[in-house]
């Protein structure tokens, strides 16, 4: 087969194009069992994970922290996620559930909504993962967890991409910056001043990342509402460093607002070639593109920045 091929030279990126129901999954699957590597596949819906599951049960699927219910009541809280994890390291008995024979110098896991974490289904059915020789995923997950966890793509030899013509759309997705009219309302953030100059982008995006700096450096309650409210926070502001980066910010020039008549606040990057190894290639040893409707794959390979 072509693509073992490929890979026993040691080509770290192989695109593979097959129409609908020509078996790419299968081939996928095959080459993983050929080299008997621990291999991750992403899906672009959670549809198609269940439908990976159903082939291949000896896999452990995976979807994002949004999906799971809480392990405590959740009859109680239907609208808490295990995205609400309030996990963090603490020492000794912490609440009146607690294990009052814990030892009170020693550090374990503690959440308000999944007590003890290890009941957590989301820190279960990733631990089922973390094992699993095959773990399915979706794109828009990995690209979260591998550049803000780590884990998923950890000790992993092949990165399996399906409907990989959707790979730049996701990486734009995930690199742009978008700043919605509830979170300019909530913490006085206002429009730049001129959106079709680059001048004032740059002002706007040095003056709000200080100012949810700032607003990140606040006290917060322990209700639900400060806990998300902490959490959005933080993510914008993730978001925002993106645009005052000095290597590859607003200020290097690829950078171009979008949010007109909607809004938000938005800014895309023109290209994401340049991000792509920073966001994605370097989370995997190898990566296997598979897509029915590829055009070009030295078109696809420059607009995801490799040669």
Not at 27 to 41: L, N
Not at 165 to 183: K, M, N, R, Y
Request: glycine share 4%; aromatic share 10%.
């Amino acid at each position: 087969m072509q693509t073992v091929e490929q890979f026993r030279q040691n080509v770290p990126i192989v695109m593979v194009d097959a129409p609908t129901g020509s078996g790419k999954t299968l081939i996928a699957e095959m080459v993983r069992q050929t080299f008997s590597w621990r291999a991750v596949y992403l899906c672009s819906t959670l549809s198609l994970q269940d439908q990976f599951a159903t082939d291949f049960p000896y896999s452990a699927v995976l979807r994002g922290r949004s999906n799971y219910p809480t392990a405590d009541t959740p009859q109680l809280y239907p609208n808490l996620t295990a995205a609400d994890c309030t996990k963090e390291n603490a020492s000794g008995p912490q609440c009146s559930d607690c294990d009052p024979r814990l030892d009170p110098d020693v550090e374990f896991k503690h959440c308000r909504w999944c007590h003890p974490v290890s009941s957590c289904l989301y820190e279960i059915e990733k631990a089922r993962a973390l094992r699993s020789p095959l773990a399915c995923s979706n794109i828009s997950y990995f690209l979260y967890e591998s550049n803000y966890i780590g884990w998923l793509a950890h000790s992993r030899d092949l990165i399996i991409v399906d409907e990989a013509d959707l790979l730049e759309d996701a990486l734009l997705s995930f690199i742009s910056v978008s700043v919605t009219p509830h979170q300019q309302r909530e913490y006085g953030i206002s429009m730049p001043a001129k959106k079709t100059v680059e001048d004032t982008w740059i002002r706007w995006a040095t003056a709000t990342e200080a100012k949810v700096r700032s607003l990140k450096s606040r006290r917060f309650g322990d209700d639900l509402t400060s806990i998300r409210r902490k959490k959005n926070i933080e993510r914008l502001h993730t978001d925002l460093l993106r645009l005052t980066n000095e290597e590859s910010g607003i200020a290097k020039g690829n950078w171009v607002y979008t949010g007109y008549d909607t809004g938000r606040i938005e800014f895309k990057p023109i290209n994401v070639a340049p991000y792509a190894k920073e966001f994605l290639w370097r989370h995997g040893p190898r990566f296997l593109l598979m897509s029915a409707t590829t055009i070009s794959f030295a078109a696809q390979a420059e607009a995801l920045g490799l040669e």
